[in-house]
């Protein structure tokens, strides 16, 4: 049982993050990297750009990480018994290339309501100051949504740039975690990532997110996978897990899920366009 104990749920309320919190050895995490590592040279491209959307539907072992019960004891106590996989996102930053993260609150792109969910983020490489791991504004997720410019920066992994102007990185919290750790993020908490300055990938796998099965997509449609407990609501199309590594019929759901994700991730920037012509 890890579900979080008073002081940890203590930091989430006050903070709007837990970090850091155990989940599986290093040795764990060194086959999930090889088991990524495998899949980008056996199919190039296929987890670059977009395709690091829901890696999960095609490799166990990131599916066993998705489903793993300590993390999901830990979700629990954020969002209660009945929880479901949205999503997932390969974040990895290689040395000696541009990637960061731009300060910006998931609940302000990500389209789901109410804000009973949360998203975790699993370090599959040690991630710290030097490797560009993530850095919370403490506190910012008690306010209302902020506004986000749009700004297409080289090198931003968001999809739309979104940033949160004015943010005081100075106060912002590092989150350090060594591989097979994780950290919990709520769905408001200003949040963002500087620059990888090592000479090894830091690659992080973040469950975009564990949803409460109260939780609608409101910007377009999801597919989703039960986590645990039941879904008493039936909002979302529901996805099998996969049986072993590449299938083709996963590879395919996989992209299936990319397009229908794609929309909704661009659809407000699509609207701000329209109304600014
Ligand atoms: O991996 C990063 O640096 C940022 C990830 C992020 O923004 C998120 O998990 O919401």
């Not at 793993?68 to 009945?82: C, E, R, T, Y």
């Not at 479901?84 to 731009?102: A, M, Q, R, Y």
């Not at 992994?157 to 106060?171: A, D, I, W």
């Amino acid at each position: 049982m890890s579900y979080l104990n008073s002081n940890q749920l203590k930091q989430y309320e006050e903070e709007g993050f837990v970090s850091p919190i155990d989940i599986f050895s290093k040795d764990k995490a060194l086959d999930i990297r090889n088991e990524i590592e495998y899949i980008e040279k056996k199919i190039p491209n296929e987890l670059e750009k977009s395709g690091r959307y829901n890696a999960h539907l095609i490799s166990p072992l990131l599916d066993e990480v998705t489903h793993n019960p300590k993390i999901l004891d830990s979700v629990q106590s954020l969002i209660g018994k009945n929880i479901l996989v949205c999503g997932t996102t390969l974040f990895i930053k290689n040395p000696n290339e541009k990637g960061f993260v731009s300060y910006h609150q998931d609940a302000k792109y990500i389209g789901l309501e109410p804000h009973n969910w949360v998203t975790a983020w699993v370090a599959i490489t040690d991630s710290n100051e030097e490797n560009g791991c993530m850095r919370m504004w403490s506190g910012s997720h008690k306010n209302s949504l902020k506004d986000h410019d749009q700004k297409f920066n080289e090198g931003n992994l968001l999809t739309r740039g979104q940033t949160v102007k004015n943010v005081p990185k100075e106060k912002t919290i590092p989150l350090i975690l060594k591989a097979g750790q994780m950290s919990l993020h709520h769905p408001t908490v200003v949040h963002g990532s500087d620059l990888n300055k090592s000479n090894d990938r830091r690659i992080g796998f973040v469950i975009q997110s564990y949803i409460g099965t109260n939780v609608k997509q409101v910007l377009g449609k999801n597919s989703v996978q039960l986590a645990r407990g039941v879904d008493e609501f039936n909002y979302h199309e529901k996805i099998n897990r996969p049986k072993s590594l590449l299938r083709e019929k996963d590879l395919k759901l996989k992209k299936k899920k990319m397009i229908i994700s794609k929309t909704f991730f661009t659809r407000d920037l699509q609207e701000k366009v329209l109304t600014s012509e």
